[in-house]
């Protein structure tokens, strides 16, 4: 059974930074592919960023490109999310998700395994 915890949200002011884990149970990170993804009120979830190949291939969305760095700790079996340059638009619910068959994918159909989420909140 497959279980993700995320932990390391908070309130943070804009251009402040946070990192997010996730910690992994029951899946091997080499062969899967661990996604972040985000929930404003009100809002559709949406892709944040990925990564797959025990760490050597990621992908990120435009709105979070050259701010945020996706990464893994194989040996800790542990996600990370590395949220640089804070806006407030990137307040949300932030959700760590597993892709057992390590596709090529931001779709949320495809990620078969979700955390509980942790709250960011960035203040203006």
């Known amino acids: 059974q497959v279980q993700l915890v995320e932990s390391g949200g908070g309130l943070v002011q804009a251009g402040g930074s946070l990192r997010l884990s996730c910690a992994a149970s029951?899946?091997?990170?080499?062969?899967?592919?661990m996604g972040w993804f985000r929930q404003a009120p009100g809002k559709a979830r949406e892709f944040v960023a990925a990564i797959r190949w025990g760490g050597r291939v990621t992908a990120y969305a435009d709105s979070v490109k050259g701010r945020f760095i996706i990464s893994s700790d194989n040996a800790k079996n542990t996600v990370y999310l590395q949220m640089n340059s804070l806006k407030s638009e990137d307040t949300a619910v932030y959700y760590c998700a597993a892709d057992k068959f390590g596709r090529n994918t931001n779709s949320i159909q495809e990620y078969d395994s979700w955390g509980q989420g942790t709250q960011v909140t960035v203040s203006s």
């Open positions: 029951g899946l091997t990170l080499s062969t899967s592919t």
